[in-house]
T-cell receptor, first 116, second 115 residues
Framework: GAVVSQHPSWVICKSGTSVKIECRSL??????MFWYRQFPKQSLMLMATSNEGSKATYEQGVEKDKFLINHASLTLSTLTVTSAHPEDSSFYIC????????????FGPGTRLTVL | AQSVTQLDSQVPVFEEAPVELRCNYS??????LFWYVQYPNQGLQLLLKYLSGSTLVKGINGFEAEFNKSQTSFHLRKPSVHISDTAEYFCAVSPSYNQGGKLIFGQGTELSVKP
């Protein structure tokens, strides 16, 4: 139980294009999902908290107009990197709170974004 | 605010040897504690967690951790490691008053198991 998927697992795009990453909770409903960014050999950096039906809460220093988050249903959150540039290349990981009242985040497998 | 310090960035160990990965935290409020494992190019998998109750927590793959409130530590141990345990391990905390709150991660410890 508590499986989270991400799609795509990797994506290569040209500079200036937009890329959408999907995060799905497969066997539970998640009112809250989180988006992280991870650079090589480093820890996870929280980008934003995504709540179903409301606007995402972004961490300080994260551009909300560049990293658009939509949490339209209890099982799906999307992260769109708009006008991507090479410095946006990174490993993006989502997580979802496992069920009502739980305090545990379950993580997706991550998406490797490379911007040329 | 909370912070997490993983005292070792890399831990090399031989197969079948015991291992301890150290984690200390700082917080002015009660916290929940977690250990996650990350295999190359993958997301994080929950190893174990401490929410309340017994301070000795057993997790998957033979790992266990002990919560020590006085020393503000949550060290991860395994009595005998396997090659397949080679991975990055992250300690994390979240404030217990904020159910489902943000996770604050340590810097990670790279466990390398050699034959």
């Amino acid at each position: 139980g508590a499986v989270v998927s991400q799609h795509p697992s990797w994506v290569i795009c040209k500079s200036g294009t937009s890329v959408k990453i999907e995060c799905r909770s497969l066997d539970f409903q998640a009112t809250t999902m989180f988006w992280y960014r991870q650079f090589p050999k480093q820890s996870l950096m929280l980008m934003a908290t995504s709540n179903e039906g409301s606007k995402a809460t972004y961490e300080q220093g994260v551009e909300k107009d560049k990293f658009l988050i939509n949490h339209a249903s209890l099982t799906l959150s999307t992260l769109t990197v708009t006008s991507a540039h090479p410095e946006d290349s990174s490993f993006y990981i989502c997580s979802a709170l496992g069920g009502q009242g739980t305090d545990t985040q379950y993580f997706g497998p991550g998406t490797r974004l490379t911007v040329l | 605010a909370q912070s997490v310090t993983q005292l070792d960035s890399q831990v090399p160990v031989f197969e079948e040897a015991p291992v301890e990965l150290r984690c200390n935290y700082s917080s002015s409020v009660s916290v929940y504690l977690f250990w996650y494992v990350q295999y190359p190019n993958q997301g994080l998998q929950l190893l174990l967690k401490y929410l309340s109750g017994s301070t000795l927590v057993k997790g998957i793959n033979g790992f266990e951790a002990e919560f020590n409130k006085s020393q503000t530590s949550f060290h991860l141990r395994k009595p005998s490691v396997h090659i397949s345990d080679t991975a990055e391990y992250f300690c994390a905390v979240s404030p217990s008053y904020n159910q489902g709150g943000k996770l604050i991660f340590g810097q990670g410890t790279e466990l390398s198991v050699k034959p």
